[in-house]
């Protein structure tokens, strides 16, 4: 059995990040390109047959690598903020940061599994009535 592509790379995440592709033996490269394993795992897992929609043609890979590069955006900025709520108030200005509650680094939302999934299949209208 062979590997599967990968669905997202850092240097795909950097990209979007405008920031050059860090060291490959830094530990910045090494969270990212494991952040972009984490996220590759869950698409699989929750979006159906995602390797063999793309390899048919009935799937974008582009469409695939920006759910996966955001999910690893989202991670990263989860880290950057923490996992909880935070803000400062001052009489002049007030500001709130806030991340995901919860403890999962990777996660899907809906409208990322919703944009992998297959188009609905159309049954016809109301009553649908087969010929015989």
Not at 1 to 15: E, K, R
Not at 16 to 22: D, Q, S
Not at 42 to 70: M, Y
Request: charged letters at 20%; aromatic letters at 4%; hydrophobic letters at 40%.
């Amino acid at each position: 059995m062979t590997a599967p592509l990968p669905l997202v790379t850092p240097a795909d995440v950097c990209t979007m990040l405008t920031r050059p592709v860090p060291e490959e033996t830094s530990a910045e490269y090494k969270q990212l390109a494991e952040l972009c394993v984490q996220a590759a795992a869950e698409i699989r897992a929750k979006a159906p047959a995602v390797d063999a929609r793309i390899a048919a043609g009935s799937l974008s890979v582009e469409r695939v690598r920006g759910v996966a590069v955001d999910m690893v955006l989202a991670a990263l900025e989860t880290l950057e903020l923490g996992f909880r709520s935070t803000g400062e108030r001052h009489p002049e200005i007030e500001t709130s940061q806030t991340s995901q509650s919860n403890r999962m680094l990777i996660s899907m939302t809906p409208d990322q599994l919703k944009a992998l999934m297959p188009p609905p299949v159309d049954v016809g209208g109301m009553y649908s009535v087969p010929y015989v």
